[in-house]
Structure formats: C-alpha cells, structure tokens
C-alpha cells in the first residue's frame, strides 16, 4: 500500500475518532497495524505515524506517548536519555529522537509533544 492510501485509512481512523487541531491525547500505540497496511521498515513506519499524530492535533494540541519502564521498581536505575521503554518499539524510536521531551518519571514516563501549560 502506498503512503497516499495509508494516508486515507488514517484520516479514516482519526476522523471516526474526532480528533482535531487543538486537541490534547494520550496515545498507547502499536505500530504492527501500520506495518500491516504499510509495509516499510518499522523506523519508516514510526516517522510517518508520529509525523501524521502531529500534524493532526496541530500546534496547539498536544500529543503524549507512554515510555514506561519497570526496571526501576526492581532496583535499577533510570537515565531519562537511555533508559529504553518497555511498551514497544514506537516509544523506543522517539525516545532515540527526542529524549528531552521525556518525563522524567521513573516507571510512567511519557513523550510530550505540543503546548505545554
């Protein structure tokens, strides 16, 4: 499937979710659906689906993306730059690109990407 027809199944997608420019939304995602319809590598798959969540909830959205990580519960320690997520290859792909937009919780750290207040 092309990028223009993964495309149309996402603005399928996001408008039966009614998610639109300002909006504000956690997202726990997979990127084996994609993968499904769209079959790229899995980097290719994640820029095009974080670029896509972007550009959908606008500049004045914002869009935060679970990276947990339950080691530290077990008496490791957590470094917000390298410490990998454990709920997927999608978060771990961010994380690699954005580290500093992470929070800087131990277990429940997330993304943050958008208008913070």
Known sequence: ??????????DLLFGSLKIKKGDNIIIHSNISGILQFYN???ETACKLFISYLRKSVG??????I?????KFTKGKSFDV??????????????????????TLDPVFSHL??????
């Open 1 to 10: 499937m092309s990028q223009k027809n993964l495309n149309k199944k996402l």
């Open 40 to 42: 790229k590598n899995k």
């Open 59 to 64: 500049k004045k959205g914002t869009l935060i």
């Open 66 to 70: 679970p990276t947990y990580n339950y």
């Open 81 to 102: 730059k390298s410490s990998i997520s454990e709920v997927g290859f999608f978060s771990n792909y961010l994380i690699k690109k954005n580290w500093n937009k992470r």
């Open 112 to 117: 943050i990407y958008g208008k913070v207040d």
